[in-house]
């Protein structure tokens, strides 16, 4: 591999590192349990190990009490020697805490923050507890870009010793009205995002279609864009997700050709595979985020059949 020469790097870490260097990125994801036990992340980190360039650790997800994506992230950065890619939501913590969980997660070593909104409390185990939304997502990636590049609280107070983040925003290529998904990007990039993990890819065509929009836009040159890919392990999770799951777009090829599969779990993986691919070819795709929802286990087979490996180092 040719000298790449990193001076104007914003973080310093492994994910923006690989991005820089023109390298098809990938990483993984890993929901944290529902109970106070590592056993499960350092289950999925020695499989991941190697095979990914940053692990996702999502915040409370579908609303759902979990163990933090903050500690989650410390586990995996000092049992495993591994990046994790924090997750943070707007929905449980005020500006005061966010900024407060994130100056200890940078002292701890983290380096990638993903902003996310969250999904409503209504979803999961506590519908009746208060949201917070003190920021959204485009003013918590301004307010982190700030504290990174000024030194400053959003208050205007001065950080001493500024965070210096690699931030990542999310974005649904497939929500309504589909005309605005990429000016709505376009808003997250202004904010200060540096890459993008996109919602998973379930009908690809249309996912072509919305990197058509960014392309007009000029947004796969101001930021890194990774293709989030879910491997869906049977037909009737398929469905759901196709009729049940608000801002999710599925094929009706996809889910007839797991519907069709003698092995739908094989076919997942083979499908997974066929996606990245065709990620590869598509100008402006940095890179993918491999999220295999309560199957993590099958993130590393996907990254080998799809001739990923080995992983840049640096």
């Known amino acids: 591999m040719k000298e790449i020469k990193f001076e104007n790097l914003k973080s310093g870490s492994n994910l923006e590192k690989v991005l820089v260097s023109g390298q098809f990125a990938c990483t993984g994801?890993?929901?944290?349990?529902?109970?106070?036990?590592?056993?499960?992340?350092?289950?999925?980190?020695?499989?991941?190990?190697?095979?990914?360039?940053?692990?996702?650790?999502?915040?409370?997800?579908?609303?759902?009490?979990?163990?933090?994506?903050?500690g989650a992230s410390l586990r995996l950065i000092y049992e495993h020697g591994m990046e994790p890619n924090l997750q943070v939501v707007c929905r449980d913590r005020n500006r005061l805490a966010i900024q407060s969980d994130l100056l200890a997660a940078y002292a701890h070593g983290?380096?990638?923050?993903?902003?996310?909104?969250?999904?409503?409390?209504?979803?999961?185990?506590?519908?009746?507890?208060?949201?917070?939304?003190?920021?959204?997502?485009?003013?918590?990636?301004?307010?982190?870009?700030?504290?990174?590049?000024?030194?400053?609280?959003?208050?205007?107070?001065?950080?001493?010793?500024?965070?210096?983040?690699?931030?990542?925003?999310?974005?649904?290529?497939?929500?309504?009205?589909?005309?605005?998904?990429?000016?709505?990007?376009?808003?997250?990039?202004e904010a200060g995002a540096d890459f993008v993990q996109t919602q998973c890819i379930l009908d690809m065509e249309r996912f072509e279609l919305f990197m058509e929009k960014v392309r007009e836009l000029g947004l796969h040159k101001r930021a890194f864009i990774c293709a989030g890919l879910m491997p869906v392990k049977s037909p009737r999770m398929a469905r759901y997700m196709q009729t049940g799951v608000p801002g999710m777009l599925v094929s009706e090829e996809f889910c007839q050709r797991l519907e069709k599969a003698e092995d739908p779990k094989a076919e997942a993986v083979n499908i997974t595979v066929e996606y990245i691919k065709r990620c590869q070819q598509i100008e402006g795709v940095a890179g993918v985020h491999i999220m295999a929802v309560a199957w993590e286990s099958i993130v590393p087979t996907v990254i080998e059949k799809a001739g990923l490996l080995p992983r840049p180092t640096f």
């Open 29 to 70: 994801e890993i929901g944290p349990p529902t109970y106070a036990s590592f056993e499960e992340i350092d289950k999925h980190a020695r499989e991941m190990k190697g095979k990914v360039d940053a692990v996702n650790f999502t915040d409370n997800q579908t609303a759902v009490v979990r163990l933090s994506s903050w």
């Open 110 to 189: 983290v380096r990638n923050v993903l902003c996310l909104s969250g999904d409503h409390q209504s979803f999961g185990n506590h519908p009746g507890c208060k949201s917070v939304y003190d920021v959204d997502s485009v003013q918590l990636i301004n307010m982190l870009k700030r504290l990174r590049d000024d030194g400053c609280f959003e208050c205007g107070a001065e950080c001493k010793v500024n965070p210096k983040f690699f931030i990542g925003c999310a974005e649904n290529p497939f929500g309504d009205p589909f005309e605005f998904r990429a000016i709505r990007l376009e808003k997250k990039i």
